[in-house]
């Protein structure tokens, strides 16, 4: 997976051009024209383009990609709530990635979701769009969310449950032999961490040193260093260091050789340094 993410981020810094800007506003645009017309045609719209694997293989098929414009939510509060909520997310991760990188995540993620639904004749982009919070929940673990609109909850605790909501499910859809279900939460996970696998080995290390013997140690050459420098992490890229800009996070970059320090701005959006 490792190589896999690598490849992505070399072709996207190779092919700056590549992506479609403002995908995810194009994707909640689209899903707010079927539902008006859904509601204005009694429903009538959305059969017509929901996955169907028996209508594809007659000609039907762009059923291939209009099934990611098929509403999830019949209420109008929750769908106007889903659309800006995805809205927010992926503008945010378009944002931090580029519009290549965002592209080949979402377009990768519907070819996984289309080739299972091929093989077991269900799909649907309910999973796909949950695993674009898990995304944008560790690229932003501390960004505060109004949960019911009064609770602050940080998005590192909801991605947890979100993650405990689609082991849940799928353990449910097991237990009742829907097992196509099942493979939809499958390949929504795989399609996060053939990108997020090497930042989550990372964090799986840096824990593993923190419980260390040497912790302390570190702590001890963490604050001497402070004391000589005036700063503990200092962007490789910027220069702005953890003193300056104390609410601003800093990521060591595992695929550069050497110890480089990053910004969250530039953690996934620099050139990797190999020499």
Known sequence: ????????????????????????????????IVYVLDLVSQGTLSPLLMFSRSLIFK??????????FVPGNTSIFWFALSMYFYWFIGSNLERE?????????????VLL??????????????YLD??????????????????FFIIPVKAKWLA???????TFNFISYLAQGAWPYAMLIVVSILNYLIFFWSDLMYYVRRQKRSTSR????????????????????????????????????????????GNYCYCMDHINNHVHITQ
């Open 214 to 257: 040497g912790a302390m140690n570190f702590k001890r050459a963490a604050e001497a260093k402070k004391q000589q420098t005036g700063y503990l992490h200092k962007c490789a890229v910027c220069g702005r260091t953890d003193t300056d800009y104390p609410n601003l996070e800093f990521r060591y970059c595992s695929k550069c050789v």
């Open 113 to 126: 979701t289309v080739i299972c639904g091929l093989c077991t004749g269900s799909a649907s982009a309910t």
């Open 130 to 147: 949950l695993s674009l919070f898990l995304a944008f929940a560790t690229l932003y673990p501390n960004l505060q969310f109004l949960l």
């Open 59 to 68: 000609g039907q098929i762009w059923r291939l990609i209009t099934f990611i």
């Open 1 to 32: 997976m490792k190589s896999l993410s690598d490849a992505i981020d070399r072709f996207c810094y190779k092919h700056p051009r590549f992506g479609i800007q403002n995908l995810m506003l194009a994707v909640v645009i689209c899903n707010c």
């Open 160 to 166: 947890w449950l979100d993650a405990a909501l689609l």
């Open 97 to 109: 990635w580029g519009s290549g990188k965002f592209t080949v995540y979402y377009a990768l993620g």
